[in-house]
């Protein structure tokens, strides 16, 4: 049955009651004494965070200089840092004055391993632990470099090595891919994957650029949120609930992904307009049991409200074929203003609709350089949760979040204040293996490119391991 709708003035009550918990303070920026990072710049936080936890210095006691280019050393100096600054030594690491390590009886003397880096140098620690770490290497001429600037594949391949050379577990899209050096195609894909680095406006990588000390700083709180000082899971010590599923549990039918645990399996898809006109008998027949159906979205450049041109058509065709549904909101409010204006929006498309899934706010950022939303802060996109969220909910709907890993990690959305709504994960693994996501999630996006009947192309599988008849949290 279609969950029962409160009117107008539960609506009013919520928008009041939503502003009074967005008054709260999250974490904000302290001040610091950085003369050129300007108050609400992109980039403020970043340099912030580098700033308070040490990570990265700036020219000056009162200069960051956020558009120079960040430098092999710099880059060095701040992983060693996050590595704590563990002691080194040049004994057993005996070095003639190229890169190549010799035996010790062929050189009298421990000399480090570059020419142009000696004892005395600012950085000389740093970059000797990354070298017998295997993280930097140097150049053919016996030199490191620590005043050159870094392009974007040597970052991609800095991180990478730091994190054991994993691999991606899906395909980087791009554009230039193919130019990228051979050493660090794998780098760069894993960075896109984990999240640690985006592409251009264009769909390149542009692995030949240079990065700013300002996207460096950026970088480097997402690597250290990602990789070094992450959220902790313990219930007993995080507000964030655990991912407590048994791996062992996760099957495939051939077709869908299941679970044999000790939580509810239901299969799932989630659909557009992309998806054009669907078979929904056909869907049904293949053992779909839910369907997550867009229905609508606000323009990433124009911030127009719109309609998706399917969703009638798909959620009356999904309930007559007997599924579950439930619909999400693409969303790209920068305000909570906006983000209310969806959520009441979208509940006058829903209102004539057996509604028994929940009412999704997906706000995914869009990274071209033109995009309303590509500074859009974590603190404020879970501001903008919060109340949307809270409207559906008063409106007598179950509201959900949507993330995926890096973005939850990294502090895209903060799921800390979110732990009254369940959570949909996206997480695309190779070959359909469990998620390694730390946090509990409700449903699981495990794939981009199912293949399912009536449906043309590619679409997004999902598996739900939440009964939300039984919803009590």
């Not at 399996?265 to 027949?285: E, N």
């Amino acid at each position: 049955m279609k969950l029962p709708f409160r009117g107008l003035r539960a609506l009013l009550a919520g928008a009041v009651s939503a502003a009074l918990i967005l008054t709260t303070p999250m974490a904000l920026a302290a001040g610091m004494p950085y003369e050129d990072v300007a108050e609400g710049a992109w980039y403020e936080d970043a340099v912030e965070y580098c700033w308070s936890h040490e990570i990265m210095d700036g020219v000056s006691s009162t200069s960051f200089a956020p558009s120079e280019l960040m430098t092999r050393g710099v880059l060095a100096e701040a992983l060693y840092r996050l590595a704590d600054e563990p002691v080194v030594t040049l004994e057993g690491k005996d070095y003639d004055s190229g890169s190549e390590q010799v035996d010790e009886e062929d050189t009298p003397t421990a000399q480090y391993p570059f020419s142009d880096v000696d004892p005395d140098h600012l950085y000389a620690d740093a970059i000797l632990w990354a070298y017998q770490e295997g993280i930097i290497g140097g150049y053919d001429d016996g030199t490191f470099g620590p005043d050159t600037p870094i392009t974007r594949e040597q970052i991609a391949a800095i991180f990478w090595q730091a994190q054991g050379r994993k691999l991606s577990q899906a395909a980087a899209p791009f554009t230039d891919l193919k130019q990228v050096s051979r050493w660090a195609i794998n780098a760069v894909e894993w960075v896109w994957y984990v999240g640690l680095m985006s592409g251009k406006d264009d769909g390149s990588f542009d692995y030949a650029g240079y990065t700013t000390r300002a996207e460096g700083a950026a970088i480097l709180r997402t690597y250290d949120r990602l990789f070094i000082n992450v959220p902790d899971p313990d219930p007993e010590t995080s507000p964030i609930a655990p991912n407590t599923y048994d791996n062992s549990a996760f099957v495939s039918n051939g077709r869908y992904l299941t679970y044999r645990g000790d939580a509810p399996s239901f299969i799932g898809v989630d659909v557009s307009s992309h998806q054009k006109q669907i078979d929904w008998a056909q869907v049904a027949a293949s053992g779909v049991d839910f369907a997550m159906i867009r229905a609508g979205y606000r323009g990433y450049y124009n911030p127009t409200l719109n309609k998706d041109a399917y969703f009638d058509y798909n959620i009356q065709q999904a309930l007559a074929n007997g599924l579950e549904v439930g619909v999400y909101f693409f969303s790209q409010a920068v305000t909570v203003e906006e983000a209310q204006q969806e959520a009441y929006l979208l509940l006058e498309w829903i209102e004539d609709y057996d509604i028994t899934y929940p009412v999704v706010f997906d706000w995914e950022s869009v990274n071209d350089e033109d995009s309303r939303t590509k500074d859009t802060d974590g603190e404020t996109v879970t501001k903008c949760a919060l109340a949307f969220c809270q409207i559906i909910e008063d409106a007598g709907y179950l509201p959900m979040t949507y993330g995926s890993p890096s973005k939850v990690y990294a502090g895209g959305i903060q799921l800390e204040y979110l732990q009254n709504y369940p959570f949909w994960l996206a997480h695309y693994t190779k070959d359909w293996e469990p998620t390694s996501f730390r946090y509990h999630y409700d449903m699981w996006q495990y794939s981009s490119t199912g293949s399912v009947p009536g449906i043309q192309g590619n679409v997004d599988l999902d598996l739900c391991l939440t009964d939300f008849s039984q919803w009590n949290r």
